[in-house]
Nanobody, 123 residues
Framework: QVQLVESGGDLVQPGASLTLSCAAS????????MGWFRQAPGKEREFVAA????????YYADSVKGRFTISRDNAKNTVYLQMHSLKPEDTAVYYC????????????????WGQGTQVTVSS
């Protein structure tokens, strides 16, 4: 049974940095793509970043490119999302997701989801 557990969400001021973690368990993820998505109140869930577990290739939404970095630690089976220069519009619940195969941008194409972690950027 696949389990994804996010952590690291917090209330921070604009301009601050924060790192989210997603601990994955239940299977080998070498053939998977791992993604971070976010959902703000009243908005649809949107793609943030993704990484191909085996190759390490990464992709980012334009809104976070240059500010966020996705990475993975094979030994810990954990995916990270480093967030810098946070803005109020980054406020959302952040979800970790996994799918077999390559990276996709649509949430509907991810099979496994974590419970989410709240990130609030406010002064």
């Amino acid at each position: 049974q696949v389990q994804l557990v996010e952590s690291g969400g917090d209330l921070v001021q604009p301009g601050a940095s924060l790192t989210l973690s997603c601990a994955a368990s239940g299977r080998a993820f070498s053939s998977h793509a791992m993604g971070w998505f976010r959902q703000a109140p009243g908005k649809e869930r949107e793609f943030v970043a993704a990484i191909n577990w085996s190759s390490g290739a990464t992709y980012y939404a334009d809104s976070v490119k240059g500010r966020f970095t996705i990475s993975r630690d094979n030994a810990k089976n954990t995916v990270y999302l480093q967030m810098h220069s946070l803005k109020p519009e980054d406020t959302a619940v952040y979800y970790c997701a996994a799918r077999t195969g390559g990276i996709r941008w649509s949430p509907a194409q991810y099979n496994y989801w974590g419970q989410g972690t709240q990130v609030t950027v406010s002064s």
